[in-house]
């Protein structure tokens, strides 16, 4: 910066030199000048845009700015308000700092995810001086100035038709990258809105990306089992119905992965000595797209052959058919390319197992470790964690309660056939609870606690790629057979990855239950922003006072203490074991939907 200052005021120190020397009558009322410095030392500006508030936004409209240039933000403070897809939104700001300039007014309709709407400094730096990105003088050229990763070039190789750019979604607000695992639909498939086009694996679950446009699936730039593909990324092209899909016009940064029949770029120019077409230019690499380069590898011919017609003498597909045609060329089998030497010497053992070869590797670790890739959920399940015990002041509270008449009312149930389990007992427990004691049923967000008119409990699951929490909802106004049943198809859809994302995003408190794997007791990490989570341990056999059996039960709250204090915590986890002990209250006095009309006849109550 120093550097660039020194050029920009030495330059004009000269130019004012010589206007002094060639025009002194100009200084002659000026015996003072004034040098400002705000256009030589320009702040640079943090750039803010337009956010993804959906899965299925694409762009939205700024409905009003909640702070104004000049105001001070800090992470968690409302930025302005975004009409997306679905509903009006609060765009949450993550960072510090001074809002500089506003680029998109109040009531700016259609702005695409990802145009630079705003700018921000540093806390102390001249807001007022802020630097303005190249290209967005303005705020009409700021959308522009900032297209969304993935974009398809304005020089497109290939064929002629244009393609329609299919990039990776944001299928849930923490999703950044994904793996993409299975394609449902191949090229030249007709799809129509609301088909789904392939499958996705996000930081919580796989989940299917529906298309919304219809035409043909023209070319699949991202193959399946691509792990960490970033959202936004190009992944496909569409054609409109009709067109030739085979001819789609692929965008220069994806068109080397856009098919495994396109040569690379060091494929063999023709001759020197081939002299030049008869269009009267020559023909190199950079003048042809993949599809007239495979067609010219198939049949071996020269570029020089092929007149071309388009423009700047740049071949087209078109052009080497024509020739094709006239001189009744047929395709010839491709060149055979010699495998590297390992990959012989591993063909050669697997064809003479009998002879004696080199040893193929062995799948057993010679050092001692098996190294094992962390799933994007797992990674996302660290980040938080992480986040949460570093930044939570965590405190515990330990309740012990008796169960034997929730196991004498189970046993009650099971011979009405009606199959609930102890586990479905403690979420209704549990959410009486709540309702009982409203302030463990917050959350805590910007130095600000929130209760919730609604008591929906997380409860946890373990899947194959880590553990995720799906959302038993209204858990207080429902029956235990309604609680039983929802927790199995919720369950069942986590372990296949068949989760949306309103099933398990939000919820006011949550469940561990780790008591069916026989632990009897532990502590469980708060999932921010709630402010408690119940890790409940096993049944395990006592005696009482007068050497009668009896099965007790450990559960440990752990509990945010900037959020709720002891006599609340207290006055919670009395709550629930005043409801797990007598359970015939805790049906009658929640508020039952009219599911437990069954329950309350098959218990008489």
């Known amino acids: 910066m120093a550097a660039v200052t020194k050029v920009r005021l030495g330059g004009f120190s000269q130019k004012l030199f010589k206007s002094f020397v060639t025009k002194p009558q100009l200084f002659r009322n000026h015996p003072k000048l004034c040098f400002h410095h705000t256009a030589l030392l320009q702040v640079a500006g943090q750039e803010i845009k337009m956010p993804s508030l959906s899965p299925t936004m694409t762009e939205g409209t700024i409905v009003k700015w909640m702070k104004k240039e000049g105001d001070a933000v800090a992470p968690g403070d409302v930025l302005c308000e975004i009409q997306t897809d679905k509903a009006v939104m609060s765009f949450e700001i993550e960072e510090e700092g001074i809002l500089a300039k506003i680029l998109m007014p109040d009531d700016s309709k259609d702005v695409k995810v990802g145009s630079l709407i705003a700018l921000m400094v540093a806390e102390g730096e001249d807001w007022q001086s802020v630097d303005m990105p190249s290209g967005s003088g303005s705020p009409a050229a700021a959308p522009s100035a900032a297209p969304a990763a993935g974009a398809p070039s304005s020089l497109p190789s290939g064929g002629s038709v244009p393609g329609v750019a299919i990039n990776m979604p944001s299928l849930s607000p923490t999703m950044t990258e994904g793996t993409l695992i299975k394609w449902l639909k191949k090229e030249g498939d007709a799809v129509s809105p609301g088909d789904v086009l392939c499958e996705i694996q996000t930081d919580k679950a796989v989940m299917s990306f529906e298309v919304e446009e219809e035409g043909i699936l023209a070319k699949i730039l991202v193959p399946e089992d691509t792990k960490d593909v970033k959202v936004g990324t190009l992944i496909a092209l569409m054609v409109e119905e009709g067109q030739d899909w085979k001819d789609v016009?692929?965008?220069?940064?994806?068109?080397?992965?856009?098919?495994?029949?396109?040569?690379?770029?060091?494929?063999?120019?023709?001759?020197?000595?081939?002299?030049?077409?008869?269009?009267?230019?020559?023909?190199?690499?950079?003048?042809?797209?993949p599809a007239v380069r495979t067609l010219l590898e198939a049949y071996q011919m020269s570029p020089s052959e092929v007149a071309g017609t388009g423009p700047h003498g740049l071949l087209t597909k078109g052009d080497v058919l024509q020739v094709i045609k006239q001189k009744g060329l047929t395709a010839k089998p491709p060149k055979q390319v010699p495998p590297p030497a390992?990959?012989?010497?591993?063909?050669?053992?697997?064809?003479?197992?009998?002879?004696?070869?080199?040893?193929?590797?062995?799948?057993?670790?010679?050092?001692?470790?098996?190294?094992?890739?962390?799933?994007?959920?797992?990674?996302?399940?660290?980040?938080?964690?992480?986040?949460?015990?570093?930044?939570?002041?965590?405190?515990?509270?330990?309740?012990?309660?008796?169960?034997?008449?929730?196991?004498?009312?189970?046993?009650?149930?099971?011979?009405?056939?009606?199959?609930?389990?102890?586990?479905?007992?403690?979420?209704?427990?549990?959410?009486?609870?709540?309702?009982?004691?409203?302030?463990?049923?917050?959350?805590?967000?910007?130095?600000?606690?929130?209760?919730?008119?609604?008591?929906?409990?997380?409860?946890?699951?373990?899947?194959?790629?880590?553990?995720?929490?799906?959302?038993?909802?209204?858990?207080?106004?429902?029956?235990l057979v309604q609680i039983s049943q929802k927790v199995k198809e919720l369950g069942g859809k986590a372990k296949e990855g068949k989760l949306q994302p309103h099933e398990f995003i939000g919820g006011t408190f949550t469940i561990s239950n780790l008591g069916m794997f026989g632990i009897s007791e532990f502590s469980a990490i708060i999932n921010p922003p709630q402010v408690g989570i119940l890790a409940v341990g096993g049944g395990r056999p006592e005696l009482d006072e007068e050497c009668q059996p009896k099965t007790m039960m450990t559960a440990t709250l752990s509990y945010d203490r900037r959020a709720v204090d002891e006599v609340e915590v207290s006055s919670f986890l009395e709550a629930v074991q005043r409801n797990l002990e007598n359970p015939n209250m805790m049906i009658v006095g929640g508020v039952p939907s009219s599911g437990d009309a069954q329950e309350r006849h098959a218990l008489g109550v």
């Open 249 to 289: 016009a692929i965008p220069g940064s994806a068109a080397a992965a856009a098919s495994p029949a396109a040569p690379s770029p060091a494929a063999p120019k023709a001759p020197a000595s081939s002299g030049t077409p008869s269009g009267g230019h020559g023909h190199s690499d950079l003048k042809m797209g």
């Open 342 to 479: 390992g990959a012989k010497a591993v063909s050669a053992a697997s064809a003479k197992p009998g002879k004696a070869s080199a040893p193929l590797p062995s799948l057993k670790p010679t050092d001692g470790h098996t190294d094992i890739e962390l799933t994007s959920m797992r990674k996302t399940i660290a980040k938080r964690l992480t986040e949460s015990k570093t930044q939570i002041p965590h405190s515990y509270g330990v309740v012990e309660c008796q169960l034997d008449k929730v196991l004498a009312m189970r046993k009650q149930l099971k011979a009405e056939n009606i199959s609930v389990s102890i586990n479905d007992f403690i979420i209704k427990a549990v959410a009486v609870a709540l309702q009982q004691v409203p302030e463990m049923n917050a959350l805590f967000s910007n130095d600000k606690v929130s209760v919730s008119n609604t008591v929906d409990i997380s409860v946890a699951v373990a899947t194959p790629n880590g553990l995720i929490t799906p959302i038993v909802k209204d858990a207080d106004r429902l029956g």
